[in-house]
């Protein structure tokens, strides 16, 4: 029983109400990084590891922290997830270089990726327990990274073909984008069919 | 983007380190005005996507995101120009972020106080303001190198700008989606509302076409200018020649 709601918790974070393409988090990176399909699987594998970790601090912190100071919420979020993101910056530079290099700046942008806030104060708005919070975490970053991937595959075809001058670059994205949405909302079927 | 100008969204907006001497008026106008139109946060540099699609399904929640924006920004810019000299270089990115939330926290309690219903359809989006890119780049490309009162000149500016981004995005989304505007209805009974409109994919379907739209009309203006050079230079031409 308890597996089956994680399950739950970990598609309906990834497809059904992915981040991305049904609560608009996350369109900078998604908009910005999506032009190679190698750069943003390892963008998205990034975010998941920071996804994962805030989950983490913040149940720490509203267990323990919050009930005292609930004003401190979003300052105290915005902090940890800011540590996180120097601290696994720090890790990832010592342990591997190469992807290190890989990464460049897109890493320390990470800290301004709205979907990693919204993780945190999503989690805690629905009360999720530390194990129900690590299945949202890798629910969302799994969505995110599938729709990054499924953007910069999308994008890469597009380079082979021509398109008018008026509608390049941004324009064209966000029509592509607002397709990608449309067929995500094929997946709310989903829950209705189960329940 | 048609703007060749606006590749590098952080480094726009004026350079000078403030020295002292008097407040310019010409100048506080200038960095008010760029914001609106010229600079718009939205259409020109495309910053701020996240909030801009997703409170935007009706013109009211438009107007609330839009208006606490404004006050994080006018507010934010003020104290980062304040403590400009007293800001280490190394940490400035998380004093930034430090400020910036300390304000949101503000407007999060007060709209929660005064306007219960817009705080709960907004819902997080309000303390997302956090990571709003207009609010950050603004403080990293003005605030921190101008005097206080040109930091809210530009934030102001920016805020009108961002604001009437929402409200174009809001108000389209609203009419098409509901058929309504601010809540009334305007397209008679026999209307049927496209309701993907008000659905996320509305959100991204509309964005992009007000972008292209934008930019044809600058393309289109661009055009016209050239021919006009050209015809001015031929005309020089000419003219030298005889």
């Known amino acids: 029983m308890i597996m089956r709601d994680l399950i739950w918790i970990f598609v309906g974070a990834c497809l059904i109400n992915n981040f991305t393409l049904s609560y608009f988090l996350g369109i900078c990176p998604f908009m910005g990084v999506s032009s190679r399909i190698s750069t943003a ?12 970790i805030t989950s983490l601090c913040a149940s720490f912190l509203n267990a323990f922290i919050l009930p005292h100071a609930p004003y401190l919420q979003v300052i105290s979020f915005i902090v940890v997830i800011a540590s996180t993101v120097q601290f696994v910056e720090m890790v ?6 190469a992807l290190f290099r890989a990464l460049g700046i897109f890493l320390p942008l990470i800290t301004t990726n709205c979907a990693i806030l919204a993780l945190a104060l999503f989690q805690t708005s629905k009360e999720y327990t530390l194990i ?42 966000m029509i592509i984008a607002g397709l990608l949405s449309l067929a995500f ?11 | 983007m ?58 009211i929640n438009a107007v609330a995101m839009g208006a606490a924006t404004a006050f994080v920004l006018v507010f934010s810019s003020i104290f ?7 800001i280490p270089k190394q940490v400035r990115i998380s004093t930034y972020i430090i400020i910036i939330a300390t304000f949101v926290t503000v407007a999060d309690m007060a709209l929660k106080a005064a306007f219960p219903v817009v705080h709960k359809d907004l819902g997080a989006f309000i303390s997302l303001i956090v990571v709003n890119c207009i609010i950050l780049g603004r403080q990293e490309a003005f605030a921190s190198r101008n005097r206080p009162l040109y930091a809210v000149a530009d934030a102001i500016g920016m805020s009108i700008g961002f604001a009437f981004a929402l409200l174009c995005l809001g108000a389209t989304r609203e009419i098409l989606g509901s058929g309504t505007l601010f809540k ?25 076409m007000i972008l292209l739209v934008f930019n044809w009309a600058g393309q289109t203006r661009a055009k016209r200018r050239h021919r006009a050079d050209g015809e001015a230079n031929a005309g020089g031409e000419v003219g030298s020649a005889s």
């Open chain 2, 184 to 208: 009334y209805p305007i397209m008679g009974s026999n209307f049927q509302p496209w309701v993907i409109m008000i659905l996320p994919p509305g959100g991204f379907l509309m964005l992009g």
């Open chain 1, 92 to 97: 990832i530079k010592k342990l591997s270089p």
């Open chain 2, 80 to 86: 980062v120009s304040l403590l400009r000299s007293f």
């Open chain 1, 41 to 52: 699987f390892r963008l998205g594998l990034a975010t998941i590891f920071v996804m994962v």
């Open chain 2, 2 to 59: 048609a703007d060749s100008g606006s590749s590098n969204p952080l480094m726009l907006g004026s350079q000078q380190q403030a020295g002292g001497g008097s407040v310019d008026p010409d100048r506080m106008y200038r960095e008010f005005a760029k914001g609106i139109w010229k600079e718009n946060p939205v259409f020109v540099q495309v910053l701020g996507m996240c909030p801009m699609l997703a409170v935007t399904n009706s013109a």
């Open chain 1, 132 to 173: 129900q919070g690590l299945a949202f975490a890798l629910g969302a970053g799994s969505g995110f990274t599938l729709a990054l991937v499924l953007m910069a595959g999308l994008r890469e075809e597009l380079e082979l073909s021509t398109i008018p001058g008026v509608i390049k670059g941004t324009a064209l994205n």
């Open chain 1, 185 to 195: 909302m094929g997946f709310a079927g989903l829950f209705s069919g189960a329940a």
